[in-house]
């Protein structure tokens, strides 16, 4: 294991000013954003939309450091032929593979699931890295109620999530560690902050066991945020300072940042609670985003699906982009918002 080599990756995905795109939905999934404005998901539709993003100049080469991709757009080529990882990797950005092959049920454990993909996990990481990724995403899935999570759920997420880390530093690429604890359902802020601290302590203890060098991992975690149906939202300032002292709590200094995924919320939210963790600062890791919806969503619905506006598709990224870069340096206010 080459460990100077993990942590300049490492370093290189957390670049000041920069953050992640999370662009690894399953065909599935981008169907059902397709759906949104009625576009039929094919391998060229998904190539174009893919394509339109990543030749989005302004967004790529100034505020975004990484790239996470599904197996089929990390094989996929531009309408001109060329590798749609070649255009992310122009842009000086890293290109990032999705591993992990979705959360399963777990036995005698209702309503919990495990993410399964560790069988033959070291050729695909392997096979992966000759296509040009560098760095690898595992999303472990934390679900939460008043009698869930299970102390079986955190802990068999936390073991896989560790093997996969294992195996992906064995294998020369860095491993973004994901254990998200969901905004679904009406917990209080308070019930996700307790799931959140519990599920990333066991994390760190199975990446010890596993001979996992923090040096050479990103963390990839939720925020502590109010569920979704719970009658009282917390505000703002509350998510961001919670969130914070989680993670101060349980996150060694010797892992180089913490990318946030939006997990449902809106884009401007995200956008808001990142700022004001960074503001909050200095602090022992980098704080950015590798944001999905978050920061597609405005994208997607300016290019609706149309060649004459693969333009207004990337403004739109761009702008979003450029929001949550502001936020990653503490620098962001709710009146750059309203600049398109």
Not at 38 to 46: G, V, Y
Not at 102 to 124: N, Q, S
Not at 166 to 190: F, K, N, S, Y
Not at 195 to 217: C, H, P, R, S
Request: aromatic letters at 6%; glycine letters at 8%; hydrophobic letters at 40%.
């Amino acid at each position: 294991m080459n460990i100077e080599k993990l942590n300049d990756i490492a370093n290189r995905m957390v670049a000041p000013g920069k953050g992640i795109l999370a662009a690894d939905e399953s065909t599935g999934s981008i169907t059902k954003r397709f759906e949104s404005i009625k576009l039929e998901s094919t391998e060229t539709s998904r190539r174009d939309y893919r394509e339109m993003l990543f030749r989005s100049g302004d967004a790529m080469k100034s505020y975004i450091s990484g790239v996470i991709l599904f197996d089929e757009t990390l094989r996929q080529k531009a309408a001109d032929g060329t590798p749609l990882v070649d255009i992310i990797k122009a842009a000086g950005a890293v290109p990032g593979i999705k591993l992990d092959k979705g959360p399963k049920p777990l036995p005698f454990c209702p309503g919990e699931t495990v993410t399964e993909g560790l069988d033959g996990l070291a050729e695909r990481v392997a096979e992966y890295a000759k296509l040009g990724a560098e760095f690898a995403k595992w999303r472990a899935v934390i679900d939460v109620s008043d009698t869930i999570p299970s102390h079986n759920a955190i802990s068999a997420n936390a073991h896989a999530l560790a093997r996969y880390a294992a195996i992906c530093q064995q294998g020369g690429i860095v491993p973004m560690v994901e254990p998200e604890v969901l905004m679904d359902g009406a917990h209080t802020i308070d019930r996700c902050m307790e799931a959140t601290e519990w599920a990333l302590k066991e994390t760190f203890q199975q990446l010890y066991f596993a001979g996992v060098a923090l040096e050479g991992i990103i963390l990839k975690p939720n925020m502590v945020i109010s569920g979704k149906k719970c009658a009282t939202q917390a505000s703002r300032e509350e998510v961001a300072e919670k969130t914070l002292k989680v993670l101060k709590r349980c996150v060694p200094g010797a892992v180089p940042g913490i990318a946030f995924l939006s997990g449902g919320q809106s884009g401007e939210d995200a956008t808001a609670h990142l700022h004001l963790m960074n503001a909050a600062g200095p602090l022992p890791w980098k704080l950015t985003f590798s944001y999905g919806r978050a920061l597609q969503a405005d994208a997607l619905k300016a290019w609706a699906g149309r060649p004459e506006n693969v333009a207004a598709g990337q403004r739109a990224l761009a702008h979003r982009a450029k929001m949550n870069a502001l936020a990653a340096s503490g620098r962001w206010t709710a009146e750059q918002e309203k600049v398109a």
